[in-house]
């Protein structure tokens, strides 16, 4: 655990096995747990991430799992078997959603903690460009976006190099069920901005074309800030929609060199005449 003292927040991974399939099949888990997950890890001072209800392992073994984010303080609370204090009632929860004789396994988790702590940077680097479209979009917010977001995430570290987006969720697609609007916000990734190594590398990391990107470190070059509106099948704020294939329906962009809040204030008036439903309008 000393590895993480210098974190801010420590993410930490509840898992279980099951074997024996002693569960059977329990693919509403995560839904069942969300919620008394989420207020028990506020009243404890985390931050409930989210569940995996439907994956195995290699050989076969189901497993189920839990992340929850704590703290410094809390990480370093240790109870007498050496666990953050949080952990024990959260355990103790989710041990009456299972049956006896189940596998666990608690450990902090280091890629999500490293995760957490580099998509906190870039959000700060970014301020300057995300905190005008989050003050435009956040109020016009419907169907429960506020439970998603917004989330600004690192999803490739490379050498000297860390490469993620910006996303707000905004409603559900009327024109497509099951779905959500999705505003994404980022540099203009033409090539010319960057050294030809990482923007050589771009395609590698499976983003789509001219897809708005935060970098880390910043390019230094002066950059279009741009806003794209997607409307895809998105159901966790942890999934990656980098890929093409991860988008459906119809796309619209708008880019502006002009300062950060007219550019902001055009998406806003344009989404709201594309979904007037968003200003509580009939």
């Known amino acids: 655990m000393k590895d993480f003292k210098d974190f801010e927040w420590v993410v930490w991974r509840l898992e279980v096995q ?40 290699d050989d076969g ?12 303080a809390e990480h370093a609370r240790l109870d007498k078997d050496g666990m953050p204090l949080p952990i024990a009632p959260l355990r103790q929860y989710l041990t009456t959603q299972l ?14 903690t490293f995760d957490h702590a580099g998509s906190v940077a870039m959000r700060a680097e970014h301020d300057d460009l995300i905190a005008p479209f ?22 490739t570290w490379e050498e000297n190099l860390l490469v993620g987006t910006f996303d707000l ?45 935060l970098f880390l470190p910043r390019p ?12 895809g ?4 704020t942890g999934a990656s929609r980098t ?10 962009q708008w880019t502006a060199n002009d300062p950060d809040d007219v550019l902001a204030e055009r998406v806003a008036h344009d989404i709201k005449l594309l979904w007037p439903h968003l200003t509580g309008r009939k």
């Open 233 to 236: 099948s998105f159901p966790r």
């Open 18 to 57: 099951d074997p024996s399939q002693l569960a059977g099949e329990d693919p509403d888990l995560d839904e069942r747990t969300r919620k008394t997950m989420t207020e028990l890890a506020a009243s404890l001072g985390c931050v409930y991430e989210h569940c995996v209800d439907d994956d195995s392992y």
């Open 169 to 213: 969720w905004l409603c559900n697609d009327p024109d497509h069920p099951h779905t959500w609007i999705v505003v994404t916000v980022g540099l203009w990734s033409e090539p010319q901005l960057f050294d030809e190594a990482p923007a050589a590398r771009l395609g590698h990391f499976g983003f789509t074309p001219h897809h708005p990107l």
């Open 134 to 155: 989050e003050r435009a979009l956040i109020p016009l917010r419907r169907d429960g976006a506020d439970a998603l977001g917004p989330r600004a995430k690192v999803w």
């Open 61 to 72: 073994t189901p497993y189920y799992a839990w992340w929850v984010r704590l703290p410094a």
């Open 99 to 112: 049956p006896d004789g189940l596998k666990w396994e608690i450990a902090p988790d280091r890629e999500l």
């Open 220 to 231: 230094r070059a002066p950059a279009t800030f741009t806003a794209r509106i997607t409307s």
């Open 243 to 252: 890929k093409a294939t991860d988008a459906i329906g119809t796309a619209h």
